[in-house]
C-alpha cells in the first residue's frame, strides 16, 4: 500500500495510504474531491483520472477555486464584451453556435468563460467557453493550446453547480471528454450521442 504525499494548491498537504492499483481518481476521492472539482497534477501537467498513481508526490489543484499554480483554471460568467472571444474560442474548435443566439445567452447569464493565470500575467483572456441553453449544454470549447489542463472540465462543473443537471448531444470523438466526466450515454434518434449528468 503506496503512501503518497498530495499537496492540494492553496489549502495544504496530506498523505494518503493507496491501494497498489489505485488510479489518480481514487487519489482526488480520498481527498473528498470529485473530478469535476479537482485534478491531480504531476511535474506540473495534469494526468488523466484513470491513470494509476505512478509517483510518491502529486499536486491537486481546485479547479474553481483556482490558486496560484500557472495552471490555475477560474470560471465566471461571460460578460457582454467577452462575445468576440467566446465566438473565436466556439469557431475555433468548428462548433456551429450562432453569434446572435450566444449573445442573447450571454445576457441570459448562460454562457460561461474559462480563464487560465499564467504566473506573470493576471489579465488574461477567456480560453474556454460553455455555452448553454436551459440544462442543454449548445456548446463546450477550449482553445487549443489550452487542451488538456482541465478547462472543459471546470466548465461543466460550474455549469453543473448553475443547474443540477446537465444534456449534450455529441459526435463519438468527443465522447471520451464526456465520459471522463461521467455523463451517462446513449445513442441518441438523430445518430449522435446524448450524455446526461446530475
Same mark, same amino acid.
Given at each position: 500500500?503506496?503512501?503518497?504525499?498530495?499537496?492540494?494548491?492553496?489549502?495544504?498537504?496530506?498523505?494518503?495510504?493507496?491501494?497498489?492499483?489505485?488510479?489518480?481518481?481514487?487519489?482526488?476521492?480520498?481527498?473528498?474531491?470529485?473530478?469535476?472539482?479537482?485534478?491531480?497534477?504531476?511535474?506540473?501537467?495534469?494526468?488523466?483520472?484513470?491513470? @494509476?498513481?505512478?509517483?510518491?508526490?502529486?499536486?491537486?489543484?481546485?479547479?474553481?477555486?483556482?490558486? @496560484?499554480?500557472?495552471?490555475?483554471?477560474?470560471?465566471?460568467?461571460?460578460?457582454?464584451?467577452?462575445?468576440?472571444?467566446?465566438?473565436?474560442?466556439?469557431?475555433?474548435?468548428?462548433?456551429?453556435?450562432?453569434?446572435?443566439?450566444?449573445?442573447?445567452?450571454?445576457?441570459?447569464?448562460?454562457?460561461?468563460?474559462?480563464?487560465?493565470?499564467?504566473?506573470?500575467?493576471?489579465?488574461?483572456?477567456?480560453?474556454?467557453?460553455?455555452?448553454?441553453?436551459?440544462?442543454?449544454?449548445?456548446?463546450?470549447?477550449?482553445?487549443?493550446?489550452?487542451?488538456?489542463?482541465?478547462?472543459?472540465?471546470?466548465?461543466? @462543473?460550474?455549469?453543473?453547480?448553475?443547474?443540477?443537471?446537465?444534456?449534450?448531444?455529441?459526435?463519438?470523438?468527443?465522447?471520451?471528454?464526456?465520459? @471522463?466526466?461521467?455523463?451517462?450515454?446513449?445513442?441518441?434518434?438523430?445518430?449522435?450521442?446524448?450524455?446526461?449528468?446530475?
Amino acid at each position: 500500500m503506496p503512501t503518497v504525499r498530495a499537496e492540494v494548491v492553496g489549502e495544504g498537504t496530506r498523505e494518503l495510504r493507496l491501494d497498489a492499483d489505485a488510479t489518480y481518481g481514487d487519489l482526488l476521492k480520498a481527498l473528498d474531491f470529485s473530478p469535476h472539482e479537482a485534478t491531480a497534477l504531476v511535474d506540473g501537467a495534469p494526468v488523466p483520472e484513470d491513470r @494509476s498513481v505512478d509517483t510518491d508526490r502529486v499536486r491537486v489543484l481546485r479547479l474553481i477555486k483556482g490558486g @496560484s499554480d500557472a495552471t490555475a483554471v477560474a470560471v465566471r460568467r461571460a460578460r457582454p464584451d467577452d462575445h468576440l472571444d467566446v465566438m473565436r474560442i466556439v469557431d475555433g474548435a468548428m462548433l456551429d453556435a450562432d453569434a446572435s443566439t450566444v449573445r442573447e445567452r450571454i445576457d441570459d447569464g448562460t454562457v460561461l468563460v474559462a480563464t487560465v493565470a499564467d504566473r506573470d500575467d493576471d489579465a488574461v483572456a477567456p480560453v474556454g467557453a460553455l455555452v448553454r441553453d436551459g440544462h442543454r449544454v449548445t456548446a463546450v470549447a477550449t482553445r487549443r493550446r489550452y487542451r488538456d489542463r482541465g478547462v472543459g472540465t471546470a466548465l461543466v @462543473s460550474a455549469a453543473l453547480d448553475d443547474c443540477g443537471r446537465l444534456v449534450a448531444e455529441f459526435g463519438p470523438d468527443v465522447r471520451p471528454f464526456y465520459e @471522463s466526466l461521467e455523463f451517462e450515454i446513449e445513442t441518441a434518434e438523430s445518430g449522435r450521442l446524448r450524455g446526461q449528468l446530475q
